[in-house]
């Protein structure tokens, strides 16, 4: 049990709040962001959200969106001032500064008051209130419990409800992920009872597709999806030439690597993607098969256990080489969790 009374003291006053999560958010990071963004305002309070990187498009719609603050050189300065001046801050969605890339230095400088909601393991100590739990499912709903917990329930509107919604439902793979526990069906009943418009929440995330994005859904599909039946492992390769043929934007390749998973007889499923002068590997396993721990171990990242990151500076052919050397240590592993299905 969190004990919320230094928080509920802090936002006892109008402050001064920025809110910040990870690089390249996710339907999670952004939902919480702006659902606790928007919750903040109708208690008076001065918010703004600043994000390290771009995010996809069809997360754009959710409310307090237009207001957010993306990270950029000729932004840098703005962000610096924003969170120079902040009373708080609150860190949604990463356990460690490193996930914000350049803010995070400029969070840890800062004297406002920290506030850490997050579900992810082995949290960084750097926040003066955590609000943490690897058991949560999503750091929204983290968040739905938090607003509870400072009693303001009545706060929840249904746009702040369609934005934790978002959040839980993907984070949750649409409820069809090990991670959707009682606890998540009874707060997105909650949710959906304040409002929240979970049929068109899911339209806006999941039907509404460039022709660019399927045609290259497509292409992955049909020539970079290598199936490996004796390691049980299938993986994407996509380089830049990839992305640059079908225009990608970010978020295109939002779920691609689930595709893999979907495989009959495979337990890991990684997608390998050139970026920004290296490789960026996003893993799913399934059953107990420890996918953040292949990530911390090899690629520089972490995350959950079925459901990791991580991003070496290296070739893709080398990264591959590298994934095909690593996941020997791990083939009994994969066998095992194979057969249990």
């Known amino acids: 049990m969190h004990d919320t009374r230094p928080l509920k003291e802090k936002l006892s006053q109008a402050r001064k709040v920025v809110?910040?999560?990870h690089h390249k958010p996710d339907a999670d990071a952004l939902g919480s962001s702006l659902a606790m963004a928007n919750y903040l305002r109708k208690k008076g309070h001065s918010v703004q959200v600043i994000t390290p990187s771009e995010y996809p498009e069809f997360l754009h719609w959710m409310k307090g969106n237009d207001g957010v603050?993306?990270?950029a050189n000729e932004t840098k300065q703005q962000c610096q001032e924003f969170i120079n001046e902040a009373e708080v801050i609150f860190a949604l969605d990463f356990s460690v500064l490193s996930r914000i890339n350049d803010l995070g230095e400029m969070v840890r400088a800062a004297v406002a008051y920290?506030?850490?909601v997050d579900h992810h393991l082995e949290p960084e100590d750097f926040a003066d209130f955590q609000y943490w739990s690897t058991k949560a499912a999503a750091t929204c709903e983290l968040c739905y419990e938090l607003i509870l917990a400072l009693g303001d329930e009545s706060a929840i509107d249904a746009d702040i409800a369609d934005c934790l919604y978002a959040g839980i439902m993907t984070d949750t793979g649409g409820f069809r992920h090990p991670n959707t526990t009682k606890n998540v069906h009874e707060i997105?009943?909650?949710l959906i009872e304040k409002g929240a418009n979970n049929a068109q929440v899911s339209k806006n995330i999941y039907d509404k597709n460039s022709?660019?994005?399927l045609k290259f859904i497509g292409y992955a599909l049909s020539e970079k999806l290598v199936v490996l039946p004796e390691l049980k492992v299938a993986y994407f390769a996509i380089s830049d030439a990839d992305q640059k043929k079908f225009n990608t934007k970010t978020g295109d390749s939002e779920g691609l690597v689930n595709y893999a998973l979907s495989i009959e007889g495979i337990t890991l499923a990684v997608l390998f993607k050139e970026a920004d002068g290296g490789v960026k590997l996003s893993l799913r396993s399934i059953g107990d098969f420890p996918a953040n721990q292949m990530a911390t171990q090899f690629f520089n990242g972490g995350g959950h256990k079925n459901a990791a990151g991580g991003k070496v500076d290296m070739s893709l052919e080398e990264t591959i080489k590298l994934?095909?050397?690593?996941?020997?240590?791990?083939?009994?592993q994969l066998e095992e969790e194979c057969e249990k299905v």
């Open 69 to 71: 603050l993306v990270y």
């Open 19 to 21: 809110i910040t999560t």
């Open 211 to 213: 022709h660019e994005r």
């Open 114 to 116: 920290k506030v850490n």
């Open 323 to 332: 994934f095909l050397e690593a996941i020997k240590s791990y083939k009994n």
């Open 188 to 190: 997105v009943a909650q």
